[in-house]
């Protein structure tokens, strides 16, 4: 690709954000370069006024961007001993607490991470998936209608699963590829297309948000933001979980105590 200069970047974003509505300047810089190189290249423009031009006359263009801004890796029991932690600091003490429970996925891609909390529920109630639907729900929420559409779809193929403990697949799975996950532990999950970075939480105040992989693609103000809000859409005593190699600052680092640091779980204190 021919190096672009940064006023057409500028120009660019500007569009998208007046016309779409979506803040990619909150991207960081390398990775949505990077990304909106993949579509320039795919669509056989070289700068990013060409790019902005063609995103102005063929709607079909801002779907794909999307898509490719999304990467959306992720799977089942993704670092099993972080659901491990959940398990037994947060999924135990809310199953025993015997009241309804809120749950919010936030950037759920294909919904490998909301359907495995289903399935942490699931075990605690000893499989009685009438009694967690009654009573927990998990709103798992995404940017990118594609990874919606699998989560509703709910089949997966073999990697998806393979850090899924044998008996929870047994359990929960019809045999596969595809594996298919049961319909009553799925209707645990409401999925809601929802921009992190300009929409509020969807259903507040939740008993546990769990936002991984998410906001290592977003710049310092946005992720302070965001840890910010999230700390506000949380109930007392409720926890934020955040991914493997994300640390929380900003504001919302003297809001939360830190319950697991190796699992990068907070608490917002009682
Ligand atoms: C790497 S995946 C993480 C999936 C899962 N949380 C995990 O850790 O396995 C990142 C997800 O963030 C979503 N995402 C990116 N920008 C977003 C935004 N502005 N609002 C909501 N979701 C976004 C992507 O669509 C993608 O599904």
């Known amino acids: 690709m021919t190096?672009?200069?940064?006023d057409g970047l500028q120009a660019l974003l500007t569009q998208v954000e007046r016309s779409r509505g979506l803040s990619l300047r909150s991207y960081k810089d390398k990775c949505l370069?990077?990304?909106?190189?993949?579509?320039?290249?795919?669509?056989?423009?070289?700068?990013?006024?060409e790019y902005a031009a063609l995103l102005g006359r063929a709607p079909e263009e801002f779907e794909h961007l999307v898509t490719a801004l999304a990467i959306n890796v992720t799977k089942f029991f993704r670092n099993p001993e972080t659901y491990e932690a959940l398990r037994r600091l947060v999924v135990a003490p809310l199953w025993q607490r015997g009241t309804p429970v809120k749950v919010w996925s936030a950037g759920c891609a294909s919904g490998?991470?909301?359907?495995?909390?289903?399935?942490?529920?699931?075990?605690?109630?000893?499989?009685?998936?009438s009694a967690?639907?009654?009573?927990?729900?998990?709103?798992?929420?995404?940017?990118?209608?594609?990874?919606?559409?699998?989560?509703r779809r709910a089949e997966y193929p073999l990697p998806a699963v393979e850090d899924l403990p044998p008996a929870l697949l047994e359990r929960y799975f019809s045999p596969g590829p595809p594996y298919r996950l049961d319909p009553h532990v799925a209707a645990c999950?409401?999925?809601i297309r929802h921009d992190l970075t300009r929409?509020?939480?969807?259903?507040?105040?939740?008993?546990?948000?769990?936002?991984?992989?998410?906001?290592i693609y977003f710049d310092r103000p946005m992720q302070e933001r965001l840890f910010d809000a999230f700390t506000d859409a949380l109930v007392p005593g409720g926890h934020l979980l955040l991914g493997k190699v994300e640390t929380l600052f900003g504001p919302a680092r003297s809001r939360l105590?830190?319950?697991?640091a190796r699992e990068r779980l907070y608490r917002r204190p009682p």
């Open 189 to 191: 999950v409401r999925a």
């Open 3 to 6: 190096a672009a200069p940064d």
């Open 257 to 260: 105590l830190l319950e697991e």
């Open 132 to 151: 967690v639907r009654g009573r927990v729900r998990i709103d798992a929420t995404d940017l990118d209608p594609g990874a919606l559409d699998d989560l």
């Open 33 to 49: 370069r990077r990304r909106l190189a993949v579509r320039m290249r795919a669509a056989g423009v070289h700068t990013y006024g």
């Open 112 to 129: 490998e991470e909301p359907y495995s909390l289903a399935l942490l529920f699931l075990e605690a109630a000893d499989h009685r998936a």
């Open 199 to 215: 929409e509020a939480a969807p259903d507040p105040p939740y008993d546990l948000i769990v936002c991984r992989n998410v906001v």
